[in-house]
Each structure stands twice: as C-alpha cells, then as structure tokens.
C-alpha cells in the first residue's frame, strides 16, 4: 500500500484501527457476537485455534503467526467503521477533500530555472471530481503510479495554473511523495 493509499484510508476513518493483536482479535470477537467459530470462518483457521489466540489460561495461549497476522489486519480493516468510511467517501465526492503533500515537483524547464524540480510542500483545495476519479482508481486496482498522474494533473490545474487563471500549457509532474495525506470535511 503506497502512501496515497494509506492517506485515503485515514482520511476515511475517525477512530484509528486497533495496533495490538490482542485488540484486533477482541474487535473482531465483538464484531461476530463473540463467536470464535465465525471468526475462525473468517480467518480460515480452526475455532481451537481462535480459542487458543484469545484465552486468559496462562500456559494454553499461543501467538498467531505471520500468516495469521495478515489475515486478522485484513479482517479488522475491512470490518473497520463501514458506515463512517461509506459517508466520508460520499462526502468527499461531493464536497471535495483538502490534499497535503511534500513531494518533488517539477517542469518542464531550462536547467538552472526556478522551474527545476524541487521539494514543496502543499496544502490545496481540491473537488470532488478528483476525489471520485482516485476512488475510482483505487477500487479498480490501479497503483501509487496512477494515483500520482491523477493528482498531478489536479494539482497542476488548482495550484499551479490557479484553475486556468495563468501559467497555460504548464506540465506538471511530481515524485518522491514523502508525505501524502487527505482532510474530508
């Protein structure tokens, strides 16, 4: 998951998603009326084992394992405040979200001109139109690479060009996201 990616995801959600194991798995106890049989449905794995992972028994407890793990981050995220993620992303389609980013931006320039790639740091404005296309690019599988060219040619078009007000036929290109986060509502 690229930064783009995971800056969508935390701009969905209110709450941050449970770090330990021990809360994850009692997330998911919780969210399957505590039925270790379901969650072990869920996980692929045996209810003894979903029992072993979560009983108080000092010497019965095992850890679950790498492949395990994954699979209960998975869970837990997909499971993860449904109704909040599901208005904040139509909130965002509508209303558009404030993008922040520092990242290598850069024209198409002589070398030595102020136009030169370089670090910056943005906070821009930007509609809903690019919200629903990075969704849509994101639902559809498409990589960090494709969500970059989606928001450097909105920012190119809001930030740079001021929405058509100046700098026409500027190209914009941008690399290096160090940091890439997302504000809705």
């Known amino acids: 998951m690229g930064q783009i990616e995971q800056g969508l995801e935390r701009a969905l959600r209110t709450r941050p998603v449970p770090s330990s194991t021990e809360a994850r798995l009692r997330f998911l106890l919780a969210a399957h009326r505590g039925s270790t049989w379901r969650v072990a449905a869920v996980l692929g794995v045996s209810q003894r084992t979903v029992q072993r992972w979560v009983t108080k028994k000092p010497g019965a407890r095992r850890p679950p394992g790498p492949i395990q793990l ?3 981050e998975e869970a837990v995220l997909a499971r993860w405040q449904p109704r909040i993620r599901a208005r904040r992303h139509a909130q965002a389609e509508a209303n558009g979200f404030v993008f922040h980013t520092r990242a290598r ?60 007000r100046r700098a026409h036929g500027l190209h914009v290109a941008f690399s290096d996201v160090e940091f890439a986060d997302f504000s809705i509502g």
Do not use: C, K
């Open 70 to 72: 994954r699979a209960i």
């Open 105 to 164: 931006f850069g024209f198409a320039a002589p070398a030595g001109s102020s136009d030169d790639p370089r670090v910056r740091r943005i906070t821009q404005d930007l509609p809903g139109e690019v919200a629903r296309e990075l969704f849509a690019a994101r639902d559809a599988g498409a990589g960090e690479q494709q969500q970059t060219v989606i928001l450097a040619r909105a920012l190119g078009h809001a930030y740079f060009r001021e929405w058509g």
